[in-house]
């Protein structure tokens, strides 16, 4: 754990680039939750989940943490944010960023998992027999027999990844990266080149599931655990421009929950990330595309939490949450920086009575905002010793968390 990188992140209101659970707390039943559908997935299952939480609420900060527990049991991950660049109408996109951001735990790539499998069967080779010629027809065969299951979903995807190692194996580079740019969406590969890899056409949006259903069945050929994919500020979905794009991307997403509850996607699990807007808004959001609601709303209302429906909602946090949170931050920034944060802490009930009140007036405490105001206080008190009452540490306090404006959604 990088103390320093995660402070520097969380003042600049990002998430961690790792050490998340360093700082996760008051989501400890949704852990749970999620430890328990890994699991599933892990044994075969295909699941949809979605989180519902306020800007800031702590949405980004928790697929962080999902991601770093899922890579850990030997899952590849895939992140993707939806924006306009990135509609989740254009399904075929929404595929190429699946890939382009595909993570084990050893590397980051689509590349990199198919060169570390082919190594694994080289190595293999090497064991078996000194013969060349031999070694080569063991690797074939292996690949070949590794893609038995892939080749049930798509022929063609399996034929792209035989032939990217024949081609590499034989030096032809070049043409390799084409293959690897085909399996990853690229289009616009000219016919010629795609004939020498054994394809036809390109990944859009008429095929685009069964080539991610096949990269999931290609992952767990190759002894992954399985494939999380999770979509980040799901809202965006809202922005477009007509109902009919607004009505292609939830349709979309009720395809994948319901080829997840019939089984589809083996060892898949799908995760949405929204606002309470993107769920509960009756012309823009899910309600307005009755096909998807009725799937996933509440068949109940109720105050009492249910951690095992589709839409599992982030609830601000509690004055326990935030005095745990403000102790790991105060250890964490003292580490760092070689000081004794002593006038910090000994305000800290005075600090966190200020956000409860403020929460009386907005329903709610945004942890994003309260962590970065907090980092902003550690350091300022840090730099000026002369800062030693609790009624300045206070005041500088209440002025920080004036200049904050919301951005993006980092927790």
Known sequence: MDAERIINALKNGNVPPDGVGEICVGREREIEEFDKILGKVKDGAAITRFLNGEFGSGKSFFLKLLEERALSDNFVVAKVTLSRDVPFNKFEVVYRNIVASLRCKTGVSLEHIIEKWITQLRMMSLRETTDPYQQERIVIENISSDLNEVRKHSTTFAAAIENYYKLSARGDQETAKYAMGWLSGEKNIPFTIKRQFGVKGDIDRENAFKYLEALSSFLRALKYSGLIILIDEA????????????????????????ECSIGRFQNTLFIFAGTPEFFEDPK???????????????????????????????????????????????????????????????SLDGIISR??????????????????SFISVLDIVHQNPELRSEAEILDLFEEKEMEFEEDEDWV
């Open 235 to 258: 809202e965006h979905i809202m922005t477009l421009h007509t109902k009919k794009l607004r009505d292609m991307a939830y349709d979309y997403m009720r395809y994948i929950y319901d």
């Open 284 to 346: 823009l959001g899910v309600p307005s595309y009755t096909a998807l609601n009725e799937r996933i709303e509440d068949a109940i209302k109720t105050e009492f939490r249910d951690l095992r429906k589709p839409i599992i909602k982030l609830d601000g946090f509690r004055r326990e949450n935030l005095q745990e949170l403000s102790e790991r931050l105060i250890s964490m920034h003292e580490e760092v920086y070689g000081w004794e944060a002593t006038p910090v802490r000994e």
């Open 355 to 372: 956000h409860e009140a403020n929460a009386e007036l907005t329903g709610y405490i945004s942890p994003r905002n309260f962590v970065k």
